[in-house]
């Protein structure tokens, strides 16, 4: 029986400020089927690299539950637990944004590429073909298995951050704008190059970015968060042509034509920002403060998802007032 490759249920995370809790992701459930790759996009603080990160078993969860290949992620709570795990035999690895910090800096390129496989018990003999294989596959020379970290371009670390999340054959790899950080005249290489990568490996992939082309141009389906909640998800050529939920409406009028690769940010035209909200007791919808269609009941209780008439699910009190004002 094949297992979704990823389930994520109900999860949360607070982090505490001061003498108060922030909810950074909240009630989040999302599925990934095998080979599948799912965007995730939304506005600085929205919650994004906090869900990314537990889920890679890098952060731990305030609550919920998530399941990899139908293997259900233990609960740690020492942050050690986490680093060394996610070093070995994790089933889900990461592509970050800072290629650099994702390496260690003490380490040749081969070293980084093949720790994985040595932890896992692999021979010498297999690792060094396997980094070399690898190396070739992300456009590098052989011999860049001698050299270090700070002896690369940002795109070249990219290319060896890519090679070291697939190398150890994870169930799924979760991209956080693994291109933001790099020359504008580099970023569709890398993106083809993970893509290509993605669909010869068969491996989901969680993409996590703020240029919404890309996003839509890789990932069959589409979440948008808010606040730490999901606010809408469905299929990308639904969910990016007909826009339902008020705030992805907003979130794609702010991002007109962008071309793949380009920079446009959401946080510099998507004001004001969000932040986190302090964790209370009943509360509304999130976005009720920014939404044009605000009613008194959006402020009793937080919106389910629902079917829109686009075939996405929407968390909106009003969708049907929301639907019918695009009439
Ligand atoms: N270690 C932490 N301690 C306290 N608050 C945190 C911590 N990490 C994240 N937060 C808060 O959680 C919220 C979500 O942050 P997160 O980094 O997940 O957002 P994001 O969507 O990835 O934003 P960006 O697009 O800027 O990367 C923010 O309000 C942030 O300030
Ligand atoms: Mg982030």
Redesign the pocket.
């Known amino acids: 029986m094949t297992h979704p490759a990823l389930e994520v249920r109900a999860l949360r995370r607070l982090?505490?400020?001061g003498d108060q809790y922030?909810s950074?992701?909240d009630n989040v459930s999302l599925t990934l089927q095998p080979g599948e790759v799912l965007g995730l996009v939304?506005?600085?603080?929205?919650?994004?690299?906090?869900?990314g990160r537990i889920i890679a078993g890098l952060l731990p969860r305030s609550a919920g539950e998530v399941w990899v290949d139908g293997v259900a992620l233990p609960q740690h709570s020492r942050s050690g637990d986490f680093r060394r795990r996610a070093r070995t035999g994790h089933p889900v690895q990461m592509v970050f944004q800072d290629s650099y910090a994702s390496l260690n800096p003490r380490l040749t390129i081969g070293e980084s590429l093949g720790e994985p496989l040595m932890i896992q018990g692999a021979r010498r003999a297999e690792i060094e073909q396997a980094v070399e294989y690898w190396l070739t596959r992300v456009g590098l020379p052989a011999e860049a298995a001698e050299r270090y970290p700070h002896e690369m371009s940002g795109g070249q670390r990219q290319r060896v951050g890519i090679a070291r999340a697939f190398i150890s054959k994870p169930k799924l790899v979760v991209c956080?704008?693994p291109v933001s950080a790099l020359d504008v005249s580099v970023q569709a290489q890398i993106i083809q190059l993970l893509r290509d990568i993605q669909r010869e490996q068969g491996t989901a992939m969680l993409f996590?970015a703020?240029d919404l082309a890309v996003v839509r141009y890789l990932a069959a389906r589409t979440a948008v968060?808010y606040l730490?909640e999901i606010v809408e998800l469905g299929d990308s050529p639904a969910l990016f042509s007909v826009p339902t939920h008020p705030y992805t409406r907003q979130l794609l009028a702010a991002h007109l034509e962008p071309e793949p690769g380009s920079s446009a940010a959401?946080?510099t035209v998507a004001a004001p920002a969000a932040?986190?909200l302090p964790l209370s007791g009943d509360r509304g919808c999130r976005f009720a403060p920014r939404c044009p269609f605000v009613d008194t009941g959006c402020r009793r209780a937080p919106p389910w998802l629902q079917l829109s008439k686009a075939g996405t699910e929407v968390a909106c009190h009003r969708l049907r007032v929301v639907e019918a004002a695009d009439c």
């Open positions: 982090f505490r400020q922030l950074a992701v939304g506005e600085s603080g929205s919650g994004k690299s906090t869900l956080d704008e996590i703020h968060m730490g959401l946080d932040r986190a």
